[in-house]
């Protein structure tokens, strides 16, 4: 039997009175990769802050390993967030007066985490793994968006974190620089790491374990692709049955 790394329930959130989530519950398992589709408006990214502790929740609990995630007080919760989760957004929120490297091992760094030298043995080695390794002088305005994107992974990974949560981590990249992020992300979820993914991109969504479509703020379905044989296709058309 599959152990819960994440148990999301009864989630609800609104902004200004108007409901996006409606009792939501989501469940990750660990070392699972799932991802979550919905048209624009549905609240699949709200869904992912509000899981992550992001954004505030209304109601509902999240548990993550044994931590009510909810209960925890400010510092506890970014506490949780920095030493058993990464982030991985649309647009990588590099600092663009920091090489690549020196972005990574930043937050490690302020941390007081390992030596100087340990940090940086360990950005290196991320950059090499995502095949950028020779990228690691540079600035982030000297390289391309999905090299960028890659760095963005590298430095999330950097404390090895249980889950990586990404919000369309594709969606501004070219089919190209997409694949490299993907195959990315997927190796390291091989290796062990969760994925939750929010994403539009049935190429993406087709190499999870699992796909939640969510519409008008509640889970319509869920997919388990497992051995299926043309998952792109199996997502495309739960896609349009459930009005995606």
């Not at 989630?11 to 919905?38: C, I, N, Q």
């Not at 709200?46 to 009510?68: F, M, Q, R, S, Y």
């Not at 990574?104 to 760094?109: A, C, D, F, N, Q």
């Not at 190429?203 to 374990?209: G, L, M, P």
């Amino acid at each position: 039997m599959s152990t819960a790394l994440l148990n999301a329930s009864g989630l609800h959130k609104s902004y200004a009175e108007t409901p996006v989530l409606h009792g939501v519950d989501l469940r990750v398992d660990d070392g699972e990769f799932v991802a979550v589709m919905g048209p624009s408006g549905s609240g699949k990214s709200t869904l992912l802050h509000c899981i992550a502790g992001l954004d505030e929740l209304d109601a509902g609990a999240v548990w993550l390993d044994e931590t009510d995630l909810t209960e925890l007080a400010r510092d506890q919760l970014a506490d949780a967030r920095r030493e058993r989760m990464g982030f991985v957004f649309q647009q990588p929120t590099l600092l663009r007066d920091l090489s690549l490297l020196d972005n990574i091992v930043l937050t490690s760094s302020l941390d007081g985490i390992g030596t100087s030298r340990q940090r940086r043995e360990r950005a290196e080695a991320l950059l090499s793994r995502a095949g950028i390794g020779d990228l690691g002088a540079r600035m982030p305005t000297e390289v391309s968006g999905g090299e960028l994107q890659r760095a963005g992974i590298c430095r999330a990974m950097m404390r090895s974190p249980r889950i990586l949560f990404c919000d369309e981590p594709t969606g501004a990249l070219n089919s190209t620089a997409a694949t490299a992020v993907l195959d990315l992300l997927v190796e390291l979820n091989s290796e062990g790491t969760a994925l939750l993914v929010v994403t539009h991109d049935a190429t993406v969504a087709a190499r999870a374990d699992r796909v939640v479509f969510m519409i008008d703020g509640r889970v319509a379905q869920q997919l388990w692709l497992g051995e299926t044989r043309d998952p792109v296709a199996a997502v495309a058309a739960t896609m349009r049955h459930v009005g995606v």
